[in-house]
């Protein structure tokens, strides 16, 4: 009586190895982008939720902010004088995945004309660490009008494709 062995012969193992890479080689560059696309919506949401906080700032003072530090004020109109504003601390909170109170994948800064009667703002995210790999999308800038706009790698336009 013979008996019948059982098992995987080892063609049918390198044909399962090559199915697993080609998924591999297809699935994780899709995956990368799908990322990508998350994160970019978590700024463009941080940039958002800056600006109305400026907004506040503007109907409280008649001004805006200068500095990031400025949007920290409760109802009574104290400033905290600190960077780790809660203005601050809502908008990157969508994109600080390891909540330590910096932004990972975007650096946000405010530019203004520095005047304490300033009437202009602009809020700028720019990627950084792996969010930086994305060409298409790597700067979004919001101002006081709700002008929107984004540049990708090379600094060309790309508002439409990215807002």
């Not at 994305?134 to 709700?146: A, F």
């Amino acid at each position: 009586m013979k008996k019948s062995l059982s098992g995987f012969t080892l063609v049918e193992l390198m044909v399962a190895m090559a199915v697993l890479v080609i998924v591999i080689t297809i699935g994780y560059p899709l995956y990368n982008q799908q990322l990508e696309k998350g994160r970019r919506v978590d700024a463009k949401g941080g940039l958002a939720k800056l600006a109305m906080a400026q907004e506040r700032h503007y109907a409280m003072f008649g001004a805006y902010a200068t500095t990031i530090a400025q949007l920290n004020f409760g109802p009574d109109g104290v400033e905290d004088g600190t960077d780790d504003t809660y203005a601050y601390r809502e908008a990157v909170s969508d994109i600080d995945h390891d909540n330590d109170g910096v932004p990972d994948h975007y650096n946000i800064v405010l530019a203004t004309d520095g005047d304490a009667t300033t009437q202009d703002y602009s809020f700028t995210a720019t990627a950084i660490d792996t969010q930086f790999d994305d060409e298409d999308c790597r700067t979004y800038t919001i101002n006081q009008i709700g002008v929107k706009s984004a540049a990708n790698s090379s600094g060309d336009d790309e508002s439409e494709r990215c807002w």
